[in-house]
């Protein structure tokens, strides 16, 4: 897809359609903004006649297609309902991006020039609402394909995004627009991971994707450590959860350096379950096969460093991903085992259900060798974390009051919101253990809370961030597959750091 901006006066525009929004008013009048006007104006009244005519009311996923445009160098007039005009926000915006580009899926135009944002978004300037144009086409234009599939892929006619601004707004739309891509791009790509079923997608099938990415861009590094590299440094506490499995783990190293070398790094680290059973603590066997998703942590870090590599961002930035399996067998670890981690603590495993605290707390020690200016854990760590905040917001913990603040800001910038949790002491305690330095669940009350206290005891040197994804990355049931969340605020809080 192409992305434009274009400036000027409608009458000077041409395009094979012109999307126009309607509101919800009771005059015909007060349904156009000014730039809804100018085009009626130049369209011979076409837009006033039908809304005299009562064939489009302004409400939310209202469509009419007026072939007859006048004297405006447009093949069609689109007009699109987008609801009160005084509740015209980001939000709504998107839905009424989402409800146009699925009408548009089928359609014969080859452009479009949008109108929607040309008298503004309540809460968005230039360049977040072009952005939002270019991140919501990628999100309704996806379409999942099962890797080595072959056949015919059917593409949308669509070919060209135009976006209407003011000429003075220009350079925000532009930038916007490529931000909104790369961003898009990001999150395709974290979607086609994690709905990639487990068989196909292994440890070894990312590590594959991870050299393929490095190939695409020569700021971008890929280093693979297996096995017997984390037997020498000692990860027993990674080791223990690919113990049950015959798929070898991985634990994957990326490094973009797109700054100075003396500029200290980002370093995101994602957990990469590619199949989670519960190990020895079995899972329940209904919606098991969502399980492929537990390695959603590790699907949007690779996103957000495909998105950094598409924008070119001038950042430093690093991705662990710590991946395997977690199965059981003869030789899986059992409910009781004891482990000694990279960082040389003890940990008491009371429910191998409760790994990916496991692969995450060996790659957090091991992230410390960069000196991060920042740490962010990414995973689908807690079923709890769905329960307290259900799929709108991510639950978010931090050692770090700054690193919290700007980690929720940029999530809500970026429409893709957390929700900060406490880690408190007496929470630690609950991870008290007879026999080892911690164990690896407190019990049922606060789980989310604990899993990120016990994720705490490794990054005592580091400004560090965790969230847990578990509700957010991904939707179960009949319509299931990948939200490519939370690479939307990840990237948001890289571009924060550009500046």
């Not at 809460?123 to 939002?132: L, N, T, V």
């Not at 989310?448 to 560090?464: K, M």
């Amino acid at each position: 897809m192409r992305f434009q901006v274009k400036t000027g006066k409608p009458e000077k525009q041409s395009c094979k359609l012109a999307v126009v929004p309607v509101f919800e008013s009771k005059t015909p009048a007060g349904a156009l903004g000014t730039i809804g006007k100018a085009i009626d104006k130049h369209s011979d009244k076409a837009i006033s006649a039908v809304l005299k005519a009562g064939d489009i009311a302004g409400k939310k996923g209202e469509f009419l297609l007026l072939t007859d445009t006048g004297g405006l160098p447009a093949g069609r007039i689109l007009l699109v309902g987008a609801g009160k005009k005084t509740d015209f926000d980001r939000v709504s915006y998107r839905t009424t991006l989402r409800s146009l580009y699925s009408w548009l899926k089928n359609k014969p135009y080859s452009d479009a020039l949008l109108y929607l944002a040309a008298d503004g978004v309540d809460g968005a300037g230039a360049y977040r609402s072009a952005r939002i144009a270019a991140e919501t086409w990628h999100e309704m234009s996806y379409t999942f394909r099962l890797p080595g599939k072959r056949g015919k892929v059917d593409k949308p006619a669509l070919r060209t995004i135009a976006i209407s601004v003011d000429s003075k707004h220009a350079a925000a739309a532009r930038s916007g627009c490529k931000d909104g891509h790369g961003i898009g791009t990001g999150m395709s790509f974290t979607r086609d991971l994690g709905n990639t079923p487990a068989n196909i997608c292994t440890p070894s099938y990312l590590v594959t994707k991870a050299r393929a990415l490095a190939k695409s861009e020569k700021k971008l590094t890929t280093q693979v450590l297996n096995e017997a590299d984390m037997r020498k440094l000692k990860m027993g506490s990674l080791l223990s959860v690919t113990a049950g499995s015959k798929e070898p783990a991985k634990f994957i190293i990326m490094k973009y350096q797109g700054a100075a070398k003396t500029k200290r790094p980002v370093v995101i680290v994602g957990k990469g379950i590619t199949f989670d059973t519960g190990g020895i603590s079995l899972k329940p066997p209904a919606a098991m096969d969502e399980m492929k998703f537990d390695m959603s942590g590790a699907a949007s870090a690779f996103g957000v460093m495909r998105a950094v590599v598409e924008m070119g961002l001038k950042i430093n930035l690093v991705v662990l991903v710590p991946t395997c399996e977690n199965m059981p067998s003869s030789t899986a670890t059992k409910p009781g085992d004891v482990v000694t981690s990279m960082s040389g603590k003890t940990i008491e495993i009371l429910n191998t259900d409760a790994e990916g605290r496991l692969i995450l707390c060996d790659a957090l020690s091991y992230a410390e060798r960069f000196k991060p200016t920042a740490l962010i854990d990414v995973a689908t760590l807690t079923g709890a974390c769905v329960i307290a905040l259900g799929k709108y917001r991510m639950g978010l913990m931090a050692n770090s009051p700054k690193l919290a603040k700007e980690l929720l800001a940029a999530g809500d910038s970026a429409d893709d919101p957390a929700w900060e949790l406490p880690l408190d002491k007496p929470y630690k305690q609950q991870l008290h253990s007879n026999f080892a330095d911690l164990a690896n669940i407190g019990g049922r009350d606060a789980g989310t809370i604990t899993a990120g206290c016990f994720l705490s005891q490794f990054t005592e040197h580091s400004d560090w961030a965790h969230l847990d994804i578990a509700g957010v990355a991904y939707r179960g049931g009949p319509k299931k597959g990948s939200t490519g969340r939370p690479v939307q605020l990840l990237v948001e809080f890289l571009l924060n750091h550009t500046k």
